[in-house]
């Protein structure tokens, strides 16, 4: 038997399934952890699924820290759902521990893995191809807000430290440009001049957090499409996951990043820049839907600095990929000659189109802020 095979049955021997496990294979669409569906046959009713996975050791180093705010997070979602009236087993996901009680399974190579129950008759979306679509993904992102409003957010662990810490992006894109050692500055000269010119946009989301303006709060930190579980019947959001960069943020944070990934129609690394604009009507459709899921958790200047959150977000993806670019593709995957470099263009591309509808947005927002 191969070392992968034994661990896994190592590891499959690890939990109580509460029925015999009948076959685990990989599952799903992630490139950071090693994802299973296992099924198991109890023997009164119908094949039931889990989600086991190996956590990234590359990723994340301290796998307690990253299950303690998981665990924390999930069982404090739970209580709030059924406070609600609620259906815990699909509203909120829940870590099942293994036979020694841990709140994780090391194997005996030192893989981390964690154990969850299967979410049935949910569906995950790669992409918003509806307007409605994308409002659900809003809504449902606004009500894990709503529901952690009086998480103690500061008791969680960073587990990427200054993960949207944008001045600490600044400062890294700038040593990057000062070292030039690939000699790839003179390739960038106008995208380096962009970022220079918002160097004093970077410090207005933390200049708000430490004047007291904005709360630490509760974010997920990866408020993508498909890490929201849509019900196969209804449409609807039904349970956030890949709950991995749950940490301690602000709320523009998550609004901020949905935008920039969700409200537009072109590829991340699209190279004709002239298909590349914020779409206003998307922007519109989630801050209603995401707002009515907050069900009035957020302060007014919360509410206020939405777009830039929109803005910064996407600014600080585009100073990642021009960091990225200048240091030699260190950290992202590239498919191609300066893909980090295009890919930086089009964040930027957005950056400036929402900057040119700036009004709109602050429009928009003070529509639905009541």
Not at 80 to 90: V, Y
Not at 135 to 153: M, N
Not at 202 to 225: F, I
Not at 271 to 291: I, Q
């Amino acid at each position: 038997m191969a070392q992968a095979e034994q661990t896994l049955q190592e590891v499959l021997g690890a939990f109580d399934f509460g029925a015999p496990v009948v076959g685990a294979i990989r599952y799903g669409c992630g490139h950071i952890n090693d994802t299973f569906v296992v099924h198991t046959q109890p023997e009164d009713r119908c094949c039931r699924r889990f989600i086991l996975q190996r956590m990234s050791a590359a990723a994340f180093k301290r796998p307690d820290q990253l299950m303690d705010n998981i665990i924390g997070v999930t069982e404090y979602l739970g209580k709030q759902i059924i406070a609600r009236g609620g259906d815990r087993s699909r509203e909120a996901m829940e870590v099942i521990r293994p036979k020694n009680g841990q709140d994780y399974y090391t194997d005996s190579q030192g893989g981390a893995w964690r154990l969850y129950p299967f979410v049935e008759e949910t569906v995950c979306h790669q992409a918003a191809d509806t307007p409605e679509l994308f409002a659900a993904s809003g809504r449902a992102f606004g009500r894990f807000q709503q529901l952690l409003k009086d998480y103690p957010a500061d008791t969680l662990y960073e587990t990427i430290p200054h993960f949207h810490d944008t001045e600490d992006r600044l400062a890294k894109f700038k040593a990057a440009v000062e070292a030039d050692k690939l000699g790839r500055a003179k390739d960038c000269q106008s995208e380096i001049d962009f970022v220079l010119a918002r160097e004093k946009d970077c410090s207005v989301a933390l200049d708000a957090m430490r004047a007291g303006k904005l709360p630490l709060r509760v974010t997920h930190n990866d408020t993508k499409l498909n890490n929201v579980l849509m019900d196969e019947r209804t449409g609807e959001g039904v349970c956030i996951i890949d709950l991995d960069t749950v940490m301690p943020g602000l709320v523009l944070y998550d609004f901020g990043d949905s935008i920039r990934f969700g409200a537009n129609h072109c590829a991340e690394d699209e190279t004709d820049l002239s298909k590349v604009s914020l779409d206003v009507d998307l922007f519109a459709a989630y801050t209603k839907a995401f707002l009515e899921g907050t069900g009035g958790s957020l302060t007014n200047a919360e509410i206020e600095y939405l777009p830039w959150g929109a803005k910064l977000m996407t600014l600080e993806c585009g100073i990642r990929f021009l960091t990225d670019y200048l240091v030699g593709d260190e950290y992202f995957h590239i498919a191609r000659e300066k893909h980090n470099l295009d890919r930086c263009r089009t964040q930027f591309k957005l950056v400036a189109d929402m900057e040119a509808r700036w009004a709109e947005l602050e429009a928009i927002v003070n529509q639905y802020r009541k």
